[in-house]
């Protein structure tokens, strides 16, 4: 397999945005009366008004995260001289392959040649798959930046000093 991580083009918003909701759906990770579903499918947008980043295989697309530089509408607990990503789904036929640590380690990257000195993200406090990950790319927790979109949804910050 050759995975290649580039910015998506906007023939492919739509399927990006498939993709990011199918994911986030096929882990029971978009709550009950949210709309958070229509964000996710909003990939125009997010290419817009943040960077939208994508993992292929020649045509085939296998995952997408959503790159926030500060001061970007999609950032939600970075702050100046910091990166942050979200919004990261991997297609289901993809999974195990290490896609979302491939799109991870490009916003990493991405940060460190922007020149800031760290990369943060929010993640649900239920999505432990991710946290793992991120634990093994080096990233660590941030407490003080936990925060919650609406009652029963708690984010827990994590941050990698570069």
Do not use: Q
């Amino acid at each position: 397999m050759t995975t290649d991580i580039r910015l998506a083009r906007p023939a492919e918003y739509e399927d990006v945005g498939s993709l990011t909701v199918d994911a986030y759906a096929a882990d029971g990770f978009i709550p009950e009366g949210s709309d958070y579903g229509l964000t996710l499918r909003n990939a125009a947008d997010r290419a817009a008004k943040a960077e939208l980043w994508v993992a292929v295989d020649g045509t085939e697309l296998l995952g997408t995260v959503t790159f926030c530089a500060p001061g970007s509408v999609y950032g939600e607990i970075g702050r100046a001289g910091e990166g942050e990503f979200r919004m990261l789904g991997v297609a289901a036929n993809a999974r195990g392959r290490g896609i979302g640590t491939a799109l991870s380690a490009h916003c990493v990257d991405r940060s460190r040649s922007l020149g800031y000195h760290r990369v943060v993200l929010s993640s649900a406090s239920y999505m432990t798959t991710a946290h793992r990950m991120y634990e093994r790319l080096g990233f660590t927790r941030l407490p003080d930046r936990d925060w919650s979109p609406r009652p029963g949804v708690d984010l827990y910050a994590f941050s990698l000093d570069l």
